[in-house]
């Protein structure tokens, strides 16, 4: 009987990898840049 690995789990997890990679990134992004877009969206508001 010859052993063949399963590299269906493998593929998730690395798929979950980077979908974590990528959510982490732009939440940095987001606390990074928010209270400048916060401000910009202010300034709209009050020209209106």
């Known amino acids: 009987m010859i052993f ?3 590299r ?3 593929g ?3 798929y ?3 979908l974590v990679l990528v959510a982490v990134v732009v939440i940095v992004i987001l ?3 928010g209270p ?3 401000g910009v ?3 709209i508001i ?3």
Request: proline share 4%.
């Open 36 to 38: 400048a877009i916060g």
């Open 8 to 10: 269906k789990g493998q």
């Open 41 to 43: 969206f202010s300034n």
């Open 4 to 6: 063949i690995p399963e």
């Open 12 to 14: 998730l997890v690395e």
């Open 31 to 33: 606390a990074l840049l």
């Open 16 to 18: 979950a990898l980077i």
């Open 46 to 48: 009050r020209r209106l």
